[in-house]
């Protein structure tokens, strides 16, 4: 990262963004293991749907915004990663967020209303068209994170924060590749812990740099 101080404007967004992308992940997290435990009702019911894809809705805004803080903080020679980081969070946020927009705005409602048949393309569940379109995402997310990794060069939190954000940008391929080889599945769920981890990490590194 640069030598010199950072911007106070770039280190608050960066650690706003960072706190909310760690807030909103460990929201969707717990919201996956209710309802894996049975507690949102029935399987993939429209109130379970809501609960698990409200925080992934607005994860996209924060994630963005801690690219661009990211990059705003990087140093001359690693703007190449960064900037790199920010496009392919931009195509992440792209399509999550049709995904989750036209399944909150479209498909529930019409679920509710009893026109499912009406939105059967568009219903979202594993192998499904919009799965495949949330994953891909996914993977980009990873990739934004694994050309992250190398603005952070420095020793100490900077070294953890590398690790974090490089172990969620190895699981990329098997993101995208998990609705071939289901299993894959198991090895792809790292990152309930390499994302908020690297977020939280990001989230007092930007909190340390305002001081």
């Given at each position: 990262?640069?030598?010199?101080?950072l911007?106070?404007?770039?280190?608050?967004?960066?650690?706003?963004?960072?706190?909310?992308?760690?807030?909103?992940?460990?929201?969707?997290?717990?919201?996956?293991?209710?309802?894996?435990?049975?507690?949102?009702?029935?399987?993939d019911?429209?109130?379970?749907?809501?609960v698990?894809?409200?925080?992934s809705?607005?994860?996209?805004?924060?994630?963005?915004?801690?690219?661009?803080?990211?990059?705003?903080?990087?140093?001359e020679?690693?703007?190449?990663?960064?900037?790199?980081a920010?496009?392919?969070?931009?195509?992440?946020?792209?399509?999550?967020?049709i995904?989750?927009?036209?399944?909150?705005t479209?498909?529930?409602?019409?679920?509710?209303?009893?026109e499912?048949d009406?939105?059967?393309l568009?219903?979202?569940?594993?192998?499904?068209?919009?799965?495949?379109?949330?994953i891909?995402?996914?993977?980009?997310?990873?990739?934004?994170?694994?050309?992250?990794?190398p603005v952070?060069?420095?020793?100490g939190?900077?070294r953890?924060?590398?690790?974090?954000?490089?172990?969620?940008g190895?699981?990329?391929?098997?993101?995208?590749?998990?609705?071939?080889?289901?299993p894959?599945?198991?090895?792809?769920?790292?990152?309930?812990?390499?994302?908020p981890?690297?977020?939280?990490m990001l989230?007092?590194?930007?909190?340390?740099?305002?001081?």
């Open positions: 990262m640069k030598d010199d101080s911007d106070r404007t770039a280190a608050r967004l960066g650690f706003w963004s960072a706190f909310f992308s760690a807030i909103f992940a460990i929201m969707y997290i717990v919201a996956e293991l209710a309802h894996l435990l049975g507690l949102l009702g029935q399987h019911s429209p109130e379970s749907l809501v698990r894809m409200t925080p809705l607005l994860l996209p805004i924060a994630f963005v915004i801690l690219m661009v803080a990211i990059h705003a903080c990087a140093s020679q690693r703007k190449i990663w960064s900037h790199s920010l496009a392919f969070a931009v195509i992440y946020a792209v399509l999550v967020s995904v989750y927009f036209v399944e909150l479209v498909v529930i409602p019409r679920t509710i209303r009893g499912a009406q939105v059967a568009l219903s979202f569940g594993f192998g499904t068209f919009m799965f495949a379109i949330d891909l995402g996914y993977a980009f997310m990873s990739l934004a994170t694994l050309f992250a990794a952070f060069g420095g020793q939190l900077e953890w924060i590398r690790w974090a954000l490089l172990v969620n190895l699981l990329a391929p098997v993101i995208a590749l998990q609705i071939l080889y289901p894959l599945w198991n090895v792809a769920a790292i990152w309930v812990v390499s994302f981890a690297a977020t939280v989230a007092v590194w930007f909190r340390r740099s305002r001081e």
